[in-house]
């Protein structure tokens, strides 16, 4: 019974603070309404600066080819390579075309002539893939016998990529990071011998602090899904009964986490820069932006200690391609191992006494 | 100045004193440089491929040894039907399929063969860049001589400044901005808070020192820090992860300089107007690292966003500072093609470091 009146006292404290609540709310919003246009890493509309040496029709025939295709954008016409070269390092084009003089009359005799695609490759995908259209373009070999069919996305939105992704992050800053936050402060603030000294059990006081938070945490999942439905108009492919599993399961071990960190820390500058660092690694090591299997074989080991990187497969493969149950199984029975580990961790770690 | 010189002292002593917190300042930049440098690439390596080949003659083998002698992919079994390739995707078992069409071989004269290629689509990225080397790895293998020439124009690729299209040389600018705006910013928005929380801003108020005394002697310790984080950053971009530092060092070094000031401007406008450390913490992580990862271009080309989105990440003092390494850094370009991340820098600075100070001494009164 006495957990009844912790978990009132816990939602009072959430709600009195002024800011936490608001900041709660309007996190998720601005997640999803604004992060998913920003993370694009499409190809298109690559600025192209083209130096031609020929002006002839042929010349003309291939600039338009260029200018027709959606990857390139014709943005300035230099006449010598240093004035094309002097674009890109000022960073008004992405890549430049020069045409030989006599391109034209090369061609027509039939004998080989060379032009040349320099491509501004600090970005490697971008460079590579661009040079290569471009190139392509140029050889006129747009007819092949490659088909490709792309399942699952059709209209290649990174969008639909992105929102499940980013649900994954609120919820380990929600609920993996909040009541850790919370525990700390106790600590420093010197309440928690308060409680200490009362007859609540070790077990009844954590988890009056975990479950406010779980409780916000699904409340914003649930938040999400109706905006990533409103506004992107992206409905789970996959049941949601699967996703909310894979969700109970990685808070469990997200909160564990938080837990851990708190009670081997004195203060909170401390845990947080300890649960920021452990933050910023689970997010760029999560396949979340950039692929885990592009990594180094060492670096896909480490993700592999990575709960996020899991429920960030979890919920994309659901979401995106509608995986079910036994499909996922491998990752909610590691999500399951991490939930009962760091628990575990948790509550040998937490000691009463001072 | 004896003052100041003490006081500055005092923070070092607060600094040096937690063990932990020092080993967490410097160890960390020096972790995630690597881990980050190594770990975030968007280099295809080792695709999954199933094949589904119901020819088996010896072009569509050949195809198939090729795919799998490049190092993009990797083939990894086959598959008789598309229900299967269907279900490998949802598993996650593969990221491609290679599809003949039947009697692949014999059907070449006629024009009637033909490959697709299945893809994962749900990373779009991902999926066309793979389709994309597929397509001309297949297209290489089928020609009975390798060439391209068929209007007889032949282009010449020249890959300027990364010619092995390495990943490391996009990310490491975008993950030094990041580390040393977000070191910088918390360490400086957690201190100050933390000594308001704890009651000894007070004490520090009330002595003889100028309010902006104080803060400049908070500073100046954390600058030595960011300082010396940044040097061990570019020591490991250059000698571990083997980024080039084609440009001038100095010009680095000072532009460095400069964004390390507008992040510490940036933790003291914040803790002004916090006061808890969790809500410092919460909106130095929160709110200036989120956006800072999606918007200043560290892993998702500002270009590419909608116009409204790129005025927002014009907000974002990492975008100028990313942009600006990014060429002095791995193009070489000289000063007068950073002169606008500079100019942008700079009144970031005065910016900041004015408004806060202004907040600052609102409260005292």
């Known amino acids: 019974m006495m957990i009844k009146f912790l978990i009132e006292k816990e939602f009072k404290q959430l ?175 010197g309440t928690i011998d308060q409680i200490n000294v009362t007859p609540v059990n070790k077990f009844v006081f954590i988890l009056a602090k975990l479950i406010p938070y779980w409780v916000v945490g699904f409340v914003v999942l649930s938040i999400c899904f109706v905006l990533a439905w409103a506004i992107y108009g992206f409905v789970p492919v996959g049941s949601l009964i699967v996703i909310y599993a894979g969700a109970v399961i990685y808070v469990l071990a997200m909160s564990g986490l938080g837990l851990v960190i708190s009670n081997h820390s004195a203060t909170m500058q401390q845990a947080m820069f300890v649960m920021w660092f452990c933050l910023v690694v689970f997010i760029l090591m999560s396949g979340l932006f950039t692929p885990v299997r592009c990594m180094p074989q060492w670096a896909q080991y480490i993700t592999m200690a990575n709960p996020l990187k899991y429920f960030i497969e979890v919920i994309r493969m659901v979401f995106v391609k509608g995986s079910s149950w036994s499909d996922i199984s491998l990752q909610l029975a590691s999500l399951g191992v991490f939930a009962l580990a760091l628990n575990t961790w948790a509550v040998v770690s937490y000691r009463k006494s001072a | 100045m004896i003052q100041f010189y003490s006081f500055v002292k005092k923070e070092f002593r607060h600094i040096f004193r937690d063990r932990r917190t020092i080993l967490i300042m410097l160890g960390m930049p020096i972790v995630q440089i690597i881990l980050f440098g190594f770990a975030i690439s968007t280099e295809l390596n080792n695709e999954r491929v199933a094949v589904l080949d119901p020819s088996h003659d010896v072009l569509t083998h050949r195809i198939t040894n090729e795919i799998n002698a490049s190092e993009y992919f990797s083939v990894v079994g086959n598959v008789s039907n598309a229900d299967e390739v269907d279900a490998g995707f949802k598993k996650g078992n593969i990221d491609m399929a290679l599809v003949f069409s039947p009697k692949y071989a014999s059907k070449i004269p006629n024009g009637e063969s033909h490959v697709q290629l299945i893809m994962d689509g749900s990373d779009p990225n991902m999926a066309t860049t793979a389709a994309h080397y597929a397509t001309s790895i297949i297209g290489d293998a089928s020609k009975e001589q390798p060439t391209h020439v068929q209007n007889g124009i032949i282009p010449n690729i020249q890959l300027l400044y990364n010619p092995q299209m390495k990943s490391a040389y996009n990310f490491v600018p ?143 003092p990492a975008r100028w500072y990313i942009q600006a390494v990014r060429k002095v850094m791995i193009e070489g370009v000289g000063v007068r093609y950073v002169l606008t991340e500079i100019g942008v820098l700079l009144g970031m600075a005065v910016l900041l470091l004015g408004v806060s100070l202004k907040l600052f001494k609102n409260r005292l009164a």
Not at chain 1, 22 to 28: A, N, S, T
Not at chain 1, 63 to 75: C, D, G, M, Q, W
Not at chain 1, 87 to 110: F, K
């Open chain 1, 15 to 189: 709600f009195r603070n002024s800011f936490l609540p608001r900041m709660i709310l309007m996190f998720p919003i601005m997640m999803m309404v604004l992060m998913p246009w920003a993370a694009n890493m499409e190809i298109r509309n690559l600025n192209l600066c083209v130096i031609d040496n020929d002006h002839s029709m042929l010349s003309q025939r291939l600039v338009n080819r260029i200018e027709a295709s959606t990857y390139f954008k014709l943005t300035s016409n230099k006449g010598t390579y240093a004035e094309g070269m002097n674009e890109i390092e000022a960073g008004r084009a992405d890549l430049l075309l020069e045409l030989p003089p006599h391109l034209e009359r090369h061609v027509t005799r039939g004998e080989p002539a060379q032009v040349l695609i320099a491509a501004n490759s600090v970005n490697g995908t971008k460079g590579g893939l661009g040079s290569s259209y471009l190139a392509s373009i140029v050889r006129g070999n747009t007819d092949s016998m490659v088909s490709v069919r792309n399942l699952y996305n059709l209209h290649q939105d990174y969008k639909l990529f992105m929102v499940p992704g980013l649900m994954g992050i609120l919820l380990t800053l929600l609920c993996g990071f909040l009541p850790a936050l919370n525990v700390v402060s106790e600590k420093e603030v």
């Open chain 2, 174 to 316: 975008g993950v030094m901005g990041m580390i040393l705006l977000l070191i910088c910013a918390m360490m400086t928005s957690i201190s100050i808070v933390r000594e308001k929380e704890t009651g000894t801003m007070e004490i520090l108020l009330v002595s003889p020192m100028r309010p902006i005394n104080i803060i400049l002697a908070k500073m100046v310790p954390y600058m030595v820090l960011s300082f010396t984080n940044l040097l061990t950053i570019l020591v490991l971009a250059r000698f571990v992860l083997h980024v080039p530092i084609a440009g001038n060092l100095i010009l680095l070094l000072l532009i460095s300089l400069l964004f390390i000031v507008v992040a510490l401007s940036l933790g003291l406008f914040i803790s002004t107007i916090t006061q808890t450390q969790v809500a410092a913490m919460l909106v130095s992580a929160m709110m200036l690292m989120m956006p800072t990862m999606f918007f200043s271009g560290m892993v998702f080309p500002v270009e590419n966003m909608p116009e409204p989105l790129q005025w927002l990440s014009c907000a974002m």
